[in-house]
């Protein structure tokens, strides 16, 4: 049973000689060789055998390496003297050598026959001198061998550990999943928030990242429920465990300007109680915590015990600016601040008790100038915008959660939380050459409980109850002191400036009980029986101002809206289990009790619908995997598509939903094949779906060179495709991982515009993604990448499409413990640009030194060093083309201080 293991080629390779030059390589030269093949009793080559040389004095390791797919091996001696040679491999006996090397020139050659033994899996050690191991569902992996010296915080390392991903956001991914938790030492603070951590927490006390594969959130549930979630914990060095340590890091713009940085980190991990303290400030456009709702609001689709998951007010109306394929932190003007204040307590073995405290203050620039031609169903004008925005945030998030072990067999958790959102905006805004000031005041309190009692009833059964109760309100204040809709109202004397006052609000209360009974032969039952209701408010009122008076604007512009939604359920699903075959049955009954009030009405309906779906995987063998499935999926309207009045949703926009109840149904099939494991040197992974919406709520739109109005309309057939593919090769002979993305996606929809016929609209996505990364063991590495986007839209017999490229080049200098150097370099290309002036380059640079035997440390930060002060892009859609411009931060000089205790 061999296990080609990538954690095991990264290390073996680490201490090879490179000799010419890939990319960036530096070059080590050594004379010295030892050679031969490895083989079985059946004279078959042994392929990526574990290669390692010791001392025969003390068994300090001089070298090692694996065996080729034809078994050959080349290692070198660093000095004379008597040797162990050993080859090893998964289901076959060590095969010891001695070595007498009596000339570091010389050449050996060492053939051996290895012979075959049989392993008990209970605990695969991949080798003990090399920092993988695998025990049952988890992944042990040695911290410190990944370490190059140039790491800060948690995510810098994780992103050099093949196998794990950390996206652009902090996302970290194991193949294709995003992990369930990042906990220290067997305890969770953040659950999906744990970018708060990863993106704080520092590197230097980490000892093991341990990969725990099907995980189950409730620890009762382990080896019931059918589980493939992945979690990670982060194990700490002894002498970092049941004492406070940290650090303190300062840093200001040696140019004068208002940039900075600074942040603490203040932790003590013990055995009963666990503190962590952080707090990050900066102005240099970087995200201390990522996406926060998910913090607020974490999401557990489809786990046992959960109901309630994504019920959450949404917004209509909104002052956010984004970037379309741009690092969104360099047109961040920002001053955040941050504090988070977490502690974990375990009073006894049976009860456990959580605290967090999460404050953020953030105030964001924003500047943009764009130019947008419309031109969809003879529609012909363009509008111009030159747009400044600062957006204040504040958020306050407390949370309280209990776990008590009834008994061996029971448990209880109880979890309440409440958040404080508030955002005040304000643009100023040139549109079509005429000034305008926008203001925008929200808040949004939410306060969330959650209480699970967990029954375990024998080792195959366990019950699980659990209620839920949420109340969310979100008001706004809206404020235009400019009127754009002379051509939509007919409104004497024109009227000066307009307002809109906005209550959105929710309150929901769920109940399920859910019952799992895992049978011997590995079948699974489960059956869930629940209630969930929640009820929506939506209420807007729209005036004019003219001259000190408020007008009030004809019918249809005002909401006052209660949409009730009551959902008995009952759901079953069989897990079937025959060999290396899944078959995987699930059907959910819905009872739905809906109600609307609005304009004066009332309604009800009471509509049934069972939701089907069946799913089969098959495992081919140890490396190969195929997986399909099916579902027919009916989906109740929400509150943004019933509402039947206008809200004004910008400056000069307008939207509103189809006046009535409505369900919306669309089957799916996918498909999936996995060719290895995501820890092998090789790991491919291909991803097919397609989808028919049988009905879907698309948009009836009046477009208006100063006005647009949208109404939701239901249309019948829309059909869509996607197909992704990844691959993900550890190269051994260069110490270097390869990646491969590729993308495609279609879909077609429908809409009108300016009361046209029904327009048919097609639109198409590619993308193709290139990366490698070194892990070389010498004072270089590298890494480099490019992706390739390409659209295209066409409705009306007009097809419109453009390429984007974005590409990167790292490289990374270690020179010793002490100095270490990056220079990152970025180049963005849009086609859809006029040449000269679409294409961008940016180069920062890093630099760190640690003062020997000190706590103190130094570093130097340099961003835009090209000074590219904006840049340019376009965007197509079926009704117009854009292109925008973007104000950049411009180049600054940081330096920092770092004090470690």
Known sequence: MKKKNKFKYLFNSKKKTLSGLFLFLLCFISNAQISGTAVNELKEPVAFATVILKTAQDSSIVAFTQTDQLGFYNIQPEDTGAHFLTIS?????????????????????????????????????????????????????????????????????????????????????????????????????????????????????????????????????????????????????????????????????????????????LMSFGKKNKFYFLGNANSTGQEATGDVSTLINPIRYEEPGRVGDGEQVSNLLSLEA????????????????????????????????????????????FFRNSTNSFFANDTDFTTTEDYVLRNKYQTSFGKFQLNYDISKTASIESITSYSDRGNDAGSNLVFNGVSTLESLTAANQRLDHITTYTNRLDDARVILITGRFIDEKAPQRY?????????????????????????????????????????????????????????????????FRESGNTINPTPGYENDTRYRVNDLYLKGKYLYKWSDVKLTGSLDAHQLFNSLEQSGTSSSEQPFFINPRLDASYKINKKNRISIGGAHNTTNAGILDVYDQFVLTSFRSFNKGTGSFNQVEASSLNFNYQLGNWSDQFFANFIASYTQDHDFFSTNSVLQPNYSQTSKILIEDRESIMLNANMDYYLGNISSNFKWKGGYSQRNFKNIINNS??????????NLGLEMRSAFDGIFNYHIGTTWTWNEIESAGIKNSFVDNNSFLDLNFVFNEQFDVQVKSER??????????????????????????????????ARNLTNTEQFRTSSINDVSSSTVSYRLLPRYLLLKVKYRF
Do not use: C
């Not at 970037?323 to 974990?344: C, P």
């Not at 002379?486 to 399920?512: C, H, I, K, R, W």
């Open 89 to 265: 491999s998964l289901s076959y006996k060590a095969a010891p050598v001695t070595i007498n090397i009596i000339d570091v020139k010389e050449e050996i050659t060492i053939n051996v026959t290895m012979q075959e033994q049989q392993l008990e899996l209970n605990e695969i050690i991949i080798n003990a001198d090399l920092p993988i191991r695998i025990k049952k569902d988890t992944i042990i992996i040695d911290a410190k061998a990944f370490i190059q010296g140039n790491e800060e915080v948690v995510e810098d390392l994780l992103k050099k550990i093949p196998g794990l991903i950390v996206e652009a956001d902090g996302t970290i991914k194991i193949g294709n999943q995003e992990v369930e938790k990042v906990m220290v030492q067997g305890d969770d603070f953040f659950e999906k928030g744990y970018k708060i951590l990863t993106k704080n927490m520092p590197v230097k006390p980490l000892n093991k990242i341990e990969i725990l594969q099907h995980y189950s959130n409730n620890k009762l549930l382990k080896g019931v429920e059918e589980s493939d979630k992945v979690a990670l914990n982060l194990t700490l060095d002894e002498d970092a465990k049941r004492q406070w340590f940290g650090n303190v890091e300062i840093g200001q713009d040696l140019e004068g300007d208002s940039f900075y940085q600074a942040r603490f980190n």
């Open 322 to 365: 984004g970037l379309y394929n741009f690092k969104a932190s360099r047109s961040n003007f920002n001053n955040a601040e941050l504090l988070s204040l977490n502690a974990i307590f375990n009073p006894s073995e049976k009860l456990k008790l959580k605290t967090i405290g999460f404050f953020n203050w953030d105030e964001k620039d």
């Open 479 to 543: 404020d235009v002191n400019q009127y754009f809709f002379q051509d939509l109202f007919n409104t004497t004397p024109q009227p000066e400036s307009v307002f809109q006052d906005l209550e959105n609000g929710m309150t929901y209360a769920g109940f399920n009980a859910h019952y799992l009974d895992r049978k011997e032969n590995g079948h699974l039952l489960e059956v869930q029986v629940g209630n969930e209701y929640r009820e929506d408010r939506l209420e807007n009122k729209l005036g």
């Open 757 to 766: 016929n029904l327009r048919e609209v097609e639109s198409a996505n590619y």
């Open 828 to 861: 963005y290309f849009f086609g859809n640009i006029n040449e000269g002036d679409n294409t961008y380059y940016f180069l920062d640079m890093n630099a760190r030194y640690n003062i020997k035997d000190s706590p103190f440390s130094f570093s130097f930060m």
